[in-house]
Structure formats: structure tokens, C-alpha cells
């Protein structure tokens, strides 16, 4: 299948001015500045095959939403290739975006002022929708999202939770073919992001919507993305499944331990101490280094143990150390890992 | 074409929401008339201890001054998307990013996106000033003055407008700085200047002061009110003022177009 969105070697630079000071400075910058060049996107490949929902994460300023607006023709390129929808985004911009939609959970695509059915009115409009497809979209999508409560009000007076679900039914009323999602989910509440989740599922799943998803919130992958994109420092460093992540980054577990008595210290081999609170200790081991039973087995025979629990340390905190830890550094990831 | 019948949806849009609460919208605009009609008063209670300033006597000075009132108040409800206080706020919270994502005309939208009905209060004080000025002076109206008057207020119109649009562009230069640090940081820097800065001092009060007033008001004046002009100047210079707004409303839009395409490649 034809991808629907190709980008090869994509970068994007910035500089970043050193402005001269006072009067005369001022009059100078004009002419004459000098000028740091950041490498915000720096050689980016990857293809995004229609139908896929694919996650975009990495950490803060690893030129995430700089790629997004370079995918949405917002921001030229400095080189490379993209082409999404068959378009040259900044090239072809109004062509390109009538067939694109674009959340971002920062910032609302709707009109502050106006009622939210005057804003769906307006969404019409612009993208020239058919009435009836606009109606049947319309209809289907204020069920999901339950927009019934607060058609009527004027955007700056809705909860962010409200916001986001009458932006992503604004992003997805004219049928668009790809749609751009950036932190649809930030800052709302577990049953906010539940209702967002399944709407982002549905939309996918059953119109086939192409769906890039950039977020910091590794539980929104993890629930919707099959194939995740991981980017730091401007450069693509993870490019598959999840869970061949995990697989091979996720293999701590967490022990903790409540003593029976209390021991000045413990020492237990091929386990760390992450935490100590009393007879309470936390331990953290590699799953491929020791198993579980025979970590206990060892703890059992040198101290009097009360009670103990094994867990699976949390994703956030696998995908927190790869980042902190540079793990996929250097790491012999072949990067056009067939996901798809 | 679509877009043309966008920006009417929009404008009338946002004059509904405007209207919702109609007494405190009256009041305002009424309010808008006395305070603006004050400085008015003002300066006609100290001009009438004259009789006239540079042989031009108080109703020859109400008529341009009601006349240029009536345009800028004119201007500033249609041009309002480019003022540079909205404009700012627009780049630095992504709200234009938003538009460039709407598939319509950028430009329309941008006019489409701010429309201030109560700037009526300033149309409406200026209008008061013009009619006042008709009483006290007596206008030898000719077929030609009928036609040039409405063209003169639509050349003022443009002109401010213009240096709307000029002051709204230069905001793509002077906002990059700060938008490129919320790329690393979410949250934007409240600090912004005065953005016309960018341009030296001599150029913006050439283009801010001395040519509307000369230009756009005071010869254009010197013809419908039949006065003779002390500098002598021939009469076609009564005339430029179309002229002079067409280039400067052309210059101003190649300029704005400049602006969006430097935007897209380096800022934001």
C-alpha cells in the first residue's frame, strides 16, 4: 500500500538570535545579528501506512510538535522530503488542509465567543461538508463525546474536559483521511481520558481514520497504539511495537518487603534498594538477571520476613529511564521494524 | 468567493454575540460617544477664543477632523483582526497556527477572526463632529465633491488600515524570538513591544503622521472647502490621495504576505 504519510530525512533548524542591547543595538539586529542553530528535527524517516494509529512520544523539546508542524504545513522544512496525502503541506496549504484535521489539547480550533453549535456551523462552512454527511457525522459523534450538556455555550466558558471533546468532534466532522492528535489528553481526569481514548478508537477502528497521536501520557499509547515512534533530540530513535520495547526495556520488577524485625542494613545480591522506610524495603531486580522466587528464596534464609509483594515496574517509569538513561543509544534497533 | 461569504458569516457571527446583551452594548457605545465627543468639546472651547488658527476657522477644523474620526472608528471596527494588541496574543496563543490549518483564505480569516460592532461609538462621534461642521460652514458641493467625498473616507479607511496590517506583520519578526522558546517550554512570554518598533522612527512617523495629514486630510480638505493653500501646491495634489492608499494598502498586503511566508520557515 501506498504510505499515506512519507517523510525522509527530515530536518528543521532554528536560529535562535543574539540581539545587540540598546538604542543603537536595536538598529544594528537589523542588519547584523548573530545566531545559534538549533536542530530541533534532525533527519527524521519514517512512513505511515493508511489506517494505522501510530504514537509520537518522547520528552520535553525532542521536536515533537516541530515535526507536527512540519507534517501539517505550518513550518517549511529546512531539508529533506515529506509528502502526506499524496500534498506538499506548506506548499499546497489549502488543497492539503481540507483533507487533514489537527487537535492540539494546548489550544482550541473553535471560536472563543460563539456557541458551540456556531462553531460546528462555521466548521461547515469552511470545509464545504454536504449536509447530510455533516449531519450523520454531527449526530454520531455528540453521542460519543456526550455533547448534548453544552452545545449552547460559548467555548470560553467550557471545562477542559468539555473543550477537548467538542475540538476532537470539530477535527473529524468533514471525514478527514489523517488526522494529527497533540496531547489530546492533557491535563483531564481518568474518565475524561477514557471517554477521549474510546472516541479516538472508534473513529479509527471503524472510518479507517489515519491517526497520528503525540503525547505525553504513555498510557494513552499503550491503550491505543499498536506501533509507537520514539524521537529525542530531534532524531527517531525507536521505531516498532510497544511491546518490543517493554520486552526489552521493561524487564525490571519492583520487591517490596516488610522485615520482621529491624535490620541495621541488608544486603541482598543482584537487587537494589530503591526505598527504605523502617522494616519497609523496596528493591528493584532484573527480571533476566534473577527470577523472583529465588531473589525471596536467598531474602528468606538471612532475615524474617512479615509480608512481600512483586510487581511489574510501571511503564511510565520504563519509558522515564529510557529517556533519562539515553537507553536507545547506540542500541542495534533495526528502525524500519515492519510494524505495520 | 467563499471565502468573501466566510468573512460575512464571521462578522455577522460575532455581531450576535456582541448584541446578546443589547442595554450594556448601547450603553457602551453611548458611553464611547461622550468620552471621545469630550476632546471634541475641548478643543472647540478654546478654539472659539479665536476666530480662526491659520486661517482655518472652527468648522473648517471639525470637518476634517469629524471626517477622520468617522474613518479611523471605520477602520478600527473592520481592520480589528490586525491590531496589533489582538494580533500579538493571536500568534503567541497558536490561534493563527489555527487558521493557516482552516482551508480558507488567510487573509479573510484574519479580518474575519475580530470585529469590534462597538467602534460604532467612535463612527458615531465622528459623524456627529462632521454634521456639526456642515452648520457652521458653507460647502460649495459640486458633482465631483459629492463623488470624492466617499472616496476619500474609503482612501483614509485603507490607509490606517494598511499600517494595521503592516504593524500585525511586523509581529512575525518580533514574536519568533519568544516563540521559539515555547517550543522547549510550554507557555508563552508575556512581554512583547511595541512592534512598529522594528521600523526607524523617522519611517513610521512619516507614514503614521505626515502623510495621512497632509495627504489624506489636509488637501483633499483644502479642495472641498475651496481654500487656497499658502505652500501653493498644484491642485492634482488634492487628488493622491486614492492613489496614495492603493499603493500603500498594495504594499502592506505584499508585505503581509512576506510576513506569513517568513513565519512559516523560521518562526513559531
Known amino acids: 500500500m501506498k504510505p499515506i504519510i512519507s517523510v525522509q530525512d527530515l530536518s528543521k533548524d532554528f536560529k535562535i538570535y543574539r540581539n545587540h542591547q540598546g538604542y543603537l543595538g536595536a538598529f544594528r539586529n537589523l542588519f547584523d545579528r548573530k545566531f545559534d542553530l538549533v536542530h530541533a528535527v534532525d533527519g527524521v524517516s519514517f512512513d505511515v501506512q493508511p489506517g494505522e494509529l501510530v504514537g509520537y512520544i518522547g520528552p520535553n523539546g525532542a521536536g515533537k510538535s516541530t515535526t507536527i508542524k512540519m507534517l501539517t504545513g505550518l513550518l517549511v522544512p529546512t531539508s529533506g522530503t515529506l509528502g502526506v496525502n ?28 460563539l456557541p458551540l453549535t456556531d462553531s460546528f456551523d462555521l466548521i461547515k462552512h469552511i ?53 494529527f492528535l497533540d496531547e489530546p489528553t492533557i491535563g483531564l481526569d481518568v474518565v475524561a481520558k477514557q471517554r477521549i481514548r474510546d472516541f479516538i478508537q472508534f473513529i479509527n477502528q471503524e472510518m479507517g481514520t489515519t491517526i497520528l497521536l503525540t503525547t505525553h501520557d504513555i498510557s494513552d499509547v499503550q491503550k491505543l497504539c499498536e506501533r509507537v515512534l520514539i524521537i529525542d533530540h530531534g532524531k527517531i530513535l525507536f521505531d516498532g511495537k510497544l511491546a518490543t520495547l517493554l520486552a526489552d526495556f521493561g524487564g525490571r520488577r519492583i520487591l517490596s518487603v516488610e522485615f520482621a524485625e529491624n535490620y541495621p542494613e541488608i544486603n541482598l545480591k543482584d537487587a537494589e534498594v530503591v526505598r527504605r522506610d523502617g522494616n519497609q524495603v523496596v528493591f528493584s531486580f532484573e527480571r533476566k538477571t534473577i527470577s523472583a522466587s529465588k531473589l525471596i528464596n536467598r531474602l528468606s534464609a538471612d532475615y524474617r520476613i512479615a509480608d512481600l509483594e512483586v510487581q511489574n515496574q510501571p511503564i511510565e517509569d520504563t519509558i522515564r529511564q529510557i529517556y533519562e538513561d539515553q537507553l536507545l543509544y547506540n542500541h542495534p534497533y533495526d528502525k524500519k521494524d515492519p510494524a505495520s | 468567493m467563499r471565502s468573501i461569504k466566510l468573512l460575512f458569516h464571521l462578522i455577522r457571527l460575532q455581531i450576535r454575540s456582541q448584541l446578546q446583551y443589547p442595554v450594556s452594548f448601547i450603553l457602551e457605545v453611548i458611553s464611547g460617544v461622550i468620552i471621545l465627543g469630550f476632546y471634541f468639546v475641548a478643543f472647540a472651547l478654546t478654539f472659539s477664543r479665536f476666530d480662526n488658527i491659520g486661517g482655518w476657522n472652527l468648522g473648517e477644523v471639525a470637518f476634517v477632523w469629524g471626517l477622520a474620526e468617522f474613518s479611523f472608528g471605520t477602520m478600527d471596527m473592520f481592520f480589528s483582526g490586525f491590531d496589533y494588541d489582538a494580533f500579538g496574543p493571536m500568534i503567541r496563543r497558536g490561534q493563527f497556527d489555527q487558521l493557516l490549518l482552516r482551508p480558507a483564505n488567510i487573509t479573510l480569516q484574519v479580518f474575519g477572526s475580530r470585529f469590534v460592532l462597538r467602534r460604532l461609538g467612535k463612527m458615531i462621534e465622528g459623524l456627529a463632529i462632521f454634521i456639526y461642521s456642515l452648520s457652521l460652514i458653507q460647502v460649495d458641493w459640486t458633482t465631483l465633491k459629492l463623488i470624492y467625498l466617499p472616496l476619500l473616507v474609503i482612501s483614509q479607511v485603507f490607509f490606517f488600515g494598511s499600517l494595521f496590517i503592516i504593524g500585525a506583520t511586523t509581529t512575525f519578526w518580533t514574536m519568533e524570538r519568544l516563540e521559539i522558546l515555547n517550543i522547549f517550554s510550554y507557555g508563552g512570554n508575556e512581554v512583547m513591544s511595541y512592534p512598529m518598533h522594528i521600523f526607524p522612527r523617522p519611517i513610521r512617523m512619516l507614514f503614521t503622521y505626515i502623510v495621512p495629514a497632509i495627504l489624506l486630510s489636509y488637501y483633499p480638505a483644502v479642495y472641498i472647502l475651496g481654500k487656497t493653500d499658502p505652500l501653493g501646491a498644484p491642485a492634482i495634489v488634492s487628488f493622491l490621495a486614492p492613489f496614495v492608499t492603493a499603493v500603500m494598502f498594495w504594499l502592506a498586503i505584499r508585505f503581509w504576505h512576506f510576513g506569513i511566508k517568513n513565519y512559516q520557515s523560521s518562526g513559531s
Not at chain 1, 506538499?88 to 489537527?102: D, F, N
Not at chain 1, 487537535?103 to 473553535?110: N, W
Not at chain 1, 460559548?154 to 476532537?168: E, H, K, N, T
Open chain 1, 86 to 113: 499524496g500534498y506538499l503541506p506548506w506548499k499546497q496549504r489549502k488543497e492539503y488542509v481540507r483533507k487533514i484535521g489537527a487537535v492540539f489539547g494546548q489550544r482550541t480550533t473553535l471560536w472563543w465567543d
Open chain 1, 127 to 179: 470545509y464545504d461538508i454536504p449536509e447530510n454527511i455533516f449531519q450523520a457525522n454531527f449526530n454520531h459523534f455528540r453521542e460519543i463525546l456526550e455533547l448534548d450538556p453544552f452545545l449552547g455555550t460559548p467555548v470560553r466558558s467550557l471545562s477542559l474536559g468539555q473543550r477537548m471533546r467538542a475540538d476532537l468532534c470539530a477535527a473529524f466532522l468533514h471525514n478527514p483521511s489523517l488526522v
